[in-house]
């Protein structure tokens, strides 16, 4: 008999309904809250960073162009380096790379403190260390995302996430009015300063965690192989082209209020570098209170109901903020605004990490990321273009009806399969063997053929499910797949797949997952034989 394949596997029974898990459930656990209060610190670093540079900037220059720029400074790293990032963090040592990317912000923010005590600060430069500032982030955010499943059951997954909806949303409050009071009181120096020192305390904090680092038996992937395998995955995944297709089209839009929000504060009535601190203390102050109630609404209403209220939520501030007066007005804004945010993150960050098997959610999520911080750079970059030819009303008021209009077009048009199995556990130990793990002696792309014998007259739905099948096969990292129908034999199929090399050609044998294992039992409901399909392997010569 023919080595058995994923396609010749058993397929997993289902599992039973989770149990309601509490939002502070995750907490219980101590490496969870120990790195979670790590991420906390982290965040609070990277609003007083954020406050500071965009308040410097409004000292350097009055342009909405150069302030909005700040923002795409900050976040445009993430888009240039989520996908290597994601890739390193799926291959080498997660909580190694973790220590890395927090001394690498501290460094950031001693050249900045350098600069500013050396009066050397000027706009563009500001620009640029703010940029280097953004790459820390690209190269930290990939990792963290990857952790969090791995500290945490399946089932706490969505409380844990929103529980670092609850880190992020607690330090835009505690980060900007710390740097707010730090900037009235002693300078901006002193927030970049304290900045590093936090960053260093937190890099020795994730020292202490003991993980034991499990490096693959086929060894490490390459970089570019890696970052191949994890765009392949995505574009085949339905769930997640609908879910960054939503992230995208909310943060390009949401994204114009946070950009020109410091010349939003200037213009209200007795606004200032304290009005400025309060509008972002007041939208963390939304979200954490929308958390409370996150997992409420998650039974309530559907996802795509939540993203669709949220963003008119989010819509309706910002139009309210257009038009604001005074701080009496922006603040409650600002916290439905915050509420909005927060609801419609977390319902597609928890789509996300639940669309992602493991030994891929590195890359994902930072795909995933990279989408918000493409949207939120190329939106400021956007709008305050937009500010610098209209007004700041115009412009927020264009950002509300268009951030909606699209999202309702997203909705109805990009549908993300939902009532398909998409179980991404591992598949059970055992029920996937793969061909013998000896190379063979040529070097170079290995082929495998697979053949069917079905009923002609099913033939139709036998194409359905070898159209997923295709879909598995190219997301587990083969890089061709080919259907063959035998003329002659109108019952008789030859399924075709082609891998890069031997050593990819095994590790899609460990990444199939309980849904692969479920559509291999279609798949094979299909065959007619007295054996399981013939499998075949080959190397193409050189």
């Known amino acids: 008999m023919p080595p058995i394949s994923p396609e010749e596997t058993p397929v997993a029974p289902k599992r039973a309904q989770p149990p309601r898990i509490g939002p502070f459930e995750p907490l219980k656990l101590p490496v969870f809250r120990m790195l979670w209060s790590t991420w906390l610190v982290a965040n609070i670093c990277m609003w007083m960073n954020d406050v500071a540079a965009a308040w410097m900037m409004t000292s350097l220059t009055t342009s909405p162009m150069w302030v909005a720029l700040v923002q795409s400074a900050s976040t445009l790293p993430v888009f240039l380096l989520g996908l290597p990032s994601g890739a390193l963090a799926d291959i080498l040592d997660r909580r190694r790379w973790l220590v890395a990317t927090q001394f690498w912000l501290a460094g950031a923010a001693i050249v900045l403190c350098t600069a500013v005590v050396l009066d050397l600060m000027s706009a563009p430069l500001l620009l640029a260390l703010t940029f280097a500032n953004g790459i820390g982030l690209a190269l930290r955010w990939p990792v963290f995302s990857a952790i969090v499943p791995e500290l945490v059951p399946r089932t706490h997954l969505p409380a844990a996430l929103g529980l670092n909806g609850l880190a992020m949303n607690a330090s835009r409050i505690v980060g900007p009015l710390l740097a707010g009071t730090l900037i009235a009181s002693a300078g901006t120096v002193w927030v970049f300063g304290l900045n590093a020192v936090l960053c260093v305390v937190s890099g020795f904090i994730v020292l202490r965690w003991r993980r034991e680092h499990k490096p693959n038996p086929l060894g ?37 209020l946070l950009a020109l929000l410091p010349l939003l504060a200037r213009n209200l009535r007795g606004g200032g570098a304290g009005t400025f601190t309060l509008l972002l203390a007041a939208m963390g102050a939304g979200a954490i209170v929308a958390v409370m109630f996150l997992p409420r609404l998650r039974q309530a209403l559907a996802r795509d109901q939540l993203v669709l209220r949220g963003t008119l939520l989010q819509s309706a501030a910002t139009a309210v903020m257009a038009v604001a007066p005074s701080a009496w007005i922006a603040v409650p804004a600002m916290v439905v605004g915050g509420m909005a945010w927060i609801t419609v993150a977390n319902s597609l960050s928890v789509s996300a990490q639940l669309a992602l098997p493991d030994w891929v959610r590195a890359r994902g999520m930072s795909i995933y990321q990279m989408a918000i911080m493409g949207a939120s750079a190329f939106g400021a970059a956007i709008w305050g273009q937009v500010a610098e030819l209209s007004s700041l009303s115009i412009t927020l008021g264009v950002a509300a009806v268009s951030g909606t209009a699209f999202m309702l077009l997203a909705l109805r048009y990009v549908t993300d399969g939902v009532g398909e199995d998409d179980d991404t556990t591992p598949a ?47 997301s587990q990292g083969a890089i061709g797949w080919e259907l063959l129908h035998d003329i002659a034999e109108p019952g008789r199929y030859i399924e075709e797949v082609v891998d890069e090399s031997w050593t990819e050609h095994l590790r899609r044998f460990h990444r199939a997952t309980a849904a692969d294992m479920a559509l291999r039992d279609r798949r094979l409901a299909f065959h007619q034989g007295e054996t399981l399909p013939v499998v075949t392997r080959y190397v193409v010569r050189r």
């Open 220 to 256: 490490r992937e390459r970089l570019i192989s890696a970052m191949r395998v994890g765009v392949q995955f995505v574009r085949q995944s339905q769930r997640m082209r609908a879910v960054l297709t939503r992230i995208s089209i909310f943060f390009l839009h949401s994204t114009a």
């Open 428 to 474: 059970r130990k055992g029920w996937v063997k793969g061909p013998p793990a000896e190379a063979p002696d040529e070097d170079g792309r290995v082929v495998v053929t697979v053949e069917y014998l079905i009923d002609p007259a099913r033939a139709a739905a036998f194409h359905v499910v070898m159209q997923q099948t295709r879909r598995t096969r190219l």
